[in-house]
């Protein structure tokens, strides 16, 4: 089955199906199942969940094409990682960067770590370093694999198999939606799947690196995200529409 110019209905009944079919399939599985859709994407971000997706891929030669953003204020621990994944698994990741003039004007309106100051102008930073790179990365793409996982936070605990992004026109599929990372960490192990070292050292979910820390003890995964904020719901506006990311982050600092 493959698609090409479905319509927005047709592809959220589409999504609805899979989000059946997901439930009862493993991993390889799933991943198997969206290649068939048509050009799929996986945009990840070296972080575990996603390295367990890219080690899929690799392992199963699939035809999903593999991306990352690289934002420009990435760890050097991520940046040395995207090498070695594509060493162990024989892989191409696509680097999609910002453009110097939208990091300039961002620069030039906010400063460049204008970020801290609110809200807006830390989703401005992402808009810039993060959603138009991502742009890029799924033009004429027909399904968007995500690394998405329900226990990752609260904001997430809904997350199904398979859903429409209407916002962007395609299928998107999150094949980890029900692991946890008792599996996820399985997984690694047994697979021998190269992670980031920042992870052994309290940072489950890794972005840039001026805006993650580690965690603390008993915190969510993603507490260590945009962490100068309060509201714990915040999102960079990849998963959710980036008005509605803002909006839910009108209460923080």
């Known amino acids: 089955m493959t698609i090409h110019h479905a319509s927005g209905p047709r592809l959220a009944e589409l999504a609805a199906t899979l989000d059946v079919q997901f439930e009862k399939l493993d991993l390889a599985g799933r991943l198997a199942l969206a290649a068939t859709l048509g050009r799929a994407v996986f ?39 995207i090498d070695e994944t594509e ?22 309106q906010y400063g460049l770590n204008g970020f801290y100051e609110s809200v807006e102008a830390r989703h401005a930073c992402c808009h810039v370093r993060k959603l138009k790179p991502l742009a890029r990365a799924l033009e004429g793409a027909v399904v968007w694999v995500t690394g998405l996982r329900r226990s990752q936070s609260g904001n997430r605990a809904s997350t199904p198999f398979a859903e429409y992004d209407a916002e962007r026109g395609l299928l ?29 050292r309290g940072y ?13 003890p008993g915190e969510p995964e993603r507490a ?3 962490w100068w904020e309060n509201d714990e719901k915040r999102e960079c506006g990849l998963h959710v529409p980036e008005a509605a990311a803002a909006s839910a982050n009108s209460t923080s600092l």
């Open 87 to 108: 060493d162990r698994f024989d892989i191409e990741i696509r680097r999609f960067m910002p453009e110097k003039a939208d990091v300039d004007a961002y620069a030039a």
């Open 204 to 216: 489950p979910s890794i972005g840039c690196e001026p805006c993650t820390r580690a965690i603390k």
């Open 172 to 200: 998107k599929v999150n094949p980890l939606a029900d692991w946890s990372l008792d599996q996820i960490n399985a997984y690694v192990e047994q697979q021998a799947v190269p992670t980031n070292p920042l992870h052994k």
């Open 43 to 81: 945009t990840t971000s070296l972080g575990i969940e996603d390295q367990v997706i890219t080690a899929a891929i690799g392992l199963d030669r699939l035809d999903i094409e593999v991306a990352t953003l690289e934002t420009g204020r990435l760890f050097p621990e991520t940046l040395a990682l």
């Open 224 to 226: 260590g995200r945009w």
